[in-house]
């Protein structure tokens, strides 16, 4: 079998937001249900890693948005590895639309893998690693997650209580979902600036997510309570980015980080549209 693997998609109704585009979370659920796919093509799946007593975790997520994904459209999700070294990896992603042919986004991801027992990182059997190897990978153009220090003056914290649903089978928060935190949270800045979803609308505007890049730190677990703090870090005519943080209320440990460079579109054309004086003024 290949070491690029390629699994092909439709847009579902269920993936779909209220501005009509695929959501940025369904990409991050789209990367690991493709990767689970690789890993059994190339005999590292579910199966082999519980004979072996480890399993993977996300540590670092890094998608650039191209192009928007609307309802029933098909597109092509390949993966390769770009390296491996002991206990982690980084792998390359990208989707690209299966009629036109053209990208729509692509991106890097760090993975780990742990040891089921002692909850440390491990590493996999050098001869299964190496059915993924390739001698001269692409390379996906990523960055170094920022160092960020927030402003109390200047941010909006919320808290969000965990619930059972947003949980994976490792019985942590699915890897998606706290893209879906950083959304909201967003969504609540814009919102308390006089901008929420339906003002948007109103106007004939939609956002839209550019580039994310989060970063897992520990994982939040079922009855945690999130305190989930929200800053405008840059800002122009046709954007900017947002960092959110994520901490555990109980103790202050930090659980994510997340920055979203964002615009606004035009509802009807889907061309970039100039925000707002008054966002601008607020941000």
Same mark, same amino acid.
């Given at each position: @079998?290949?070491?690029?693997?390629? /699994?092909?998609?439709?847009?579902?109704?269920?993936? =779909? +937001?209220?501005?009509? *585009?695929?959501? %940025?979370?369904?990409?991050?659920?789209?990367?690991?249900?493709?990767?689970?796919?690789?890993?059994?093509?190339?005999?590292?799946?579910?199966?082999?890693?519980?004979?072996?007593?480890?399993?993977?975790?996300?540590?670092?997520?890094?998608?650039?948005?191209?192009?928007?994904?609307?309802?029933?459209?098909?597109?092509?999700?390949?993966?390769?590895?770009?390296?491996?070294?002991?206990?982690?990896?980084?792998?390359?992603?990208?989707?690209?639309?299966?009629?036109?042919?053209?990208?729509?986004?692509?991106?890097?991801?760090?993975?780990?893998? @742990?040891?089921?027992?002692?909850? /440390?990182?491990?590493?996999?059997?050098?001869?299964? =690693? +190496?059915?993924?190897? *390739?001698?001269? %990978?692409?390379?996906?153009?990523?960055?170094?997650?920022?160092?960020?220090?927030?402003?109390?003056?200047?941010?909006?914290?919320?808290?969000?209580?965990?619930?059972?649903?947003?949980?994976?089978?490792?019985?942590?928060?699915?890897?998606?979902?706290?893209?879906?935190?950083?959304?909201?949270?967003?969504?609540?800045?814009?919102?308390s600036f006089g901008w929420s979803p339906i003002e948007l609308k109103n106007h004939g505007l939609a956002r839209l997510i550019r580039r994310l890049?989060?970063?897992?730190?520990?994982?939040?677990?079922?009855?945690?309570?999130?305190?989930?703090?929200?800053?405008?870090?840059?800002?122009?005519?046709?954007?900017?980015? =947002?960092?959110?943080?994520?901490?555990?209320?109980?103790?202050?440990?930090?659980?994510?980080?997340?920055?979203?460079?964002w615009g606004l579109i035009d509802r009807g054309s889907g061309e970039a549209h100039p925000l707002p004086e008054s966002l601008v003024s607020a941000l």
């Amino acid at each position: @079998m290949s070491k690029i693997f390629t /699994r092909s998609y439709r847009a579902r109704y269920s993936d =779909i +937001n209220a501005d009509g *585009l695929l959501a %940025p979370a369904d990409y991050a659920r789209y990367i690991v249900d493709t990767a689970y796919d690789w890993g059994e093509s190339l005999g590292l799946g579910e199966s082999v890693s519980q004979e072996h007593g480890f399993y993977w975790i996300i540590r670092e997520t890094e998608i650039q948005f191209f192009v928007s994904l609307h309802f029933q459209e098909e597109f092509d999700f390949t993966i390769w590895m770009l390296d491996w070294k002991r206990v982690r990896g980084t792998r390359a992603f990208l989707v690209k639309h299966k009629n036109k042919g053209i990208t729509i986004a692509q991106g890097v991801q760090q993975i780990a893998c @742990m040891d089921s027992k002692t909850q /440390r990182p491990i590493s996999p059997p050098e001869d299964l =690693i +190496n059915n993924f190897r *390739l001698d001269m %990978p692409r390379e996906i153009s990523s960055g170094r997650f920022p160092k960020i220090s927030l402003l109390p003056e200047k941010s909006l914290t919320l808290q969000h209580n965990v619930a059972w649903q947003d949980l994976d089978t490792l019985d942590m928060v699915n890897n998606g979902v706290y893209i879906s935190y950083a959304e909201d949270a967003m969504t609540q800045l814009f919102t308390s600036f006089g901008w929420s979803p339906i003002e948007l609308k109103n106007h004939g505007l939609a956002r839209l997510i550019r580039r994310l890049h989060i970063q897992y730190q520990m994982p939040a677990t079922w009855g945690d309570t999130l305190n989930i703090t929200t800053s405008s870090l840059k800002l122009d005519d046709m954007g900017g980015s =947002i960092y959110i943080g994520m901490t555990r209320a109980s103790d202050g440990t930090s659980i994510a980080g997340c920055v979203l460079d964002w615009g606004l579109i035009d509802r009807g054309s889907g061309e970039a549209h100039p925000l707002p004086e008054s966002l601008v003024s607020a941000l």
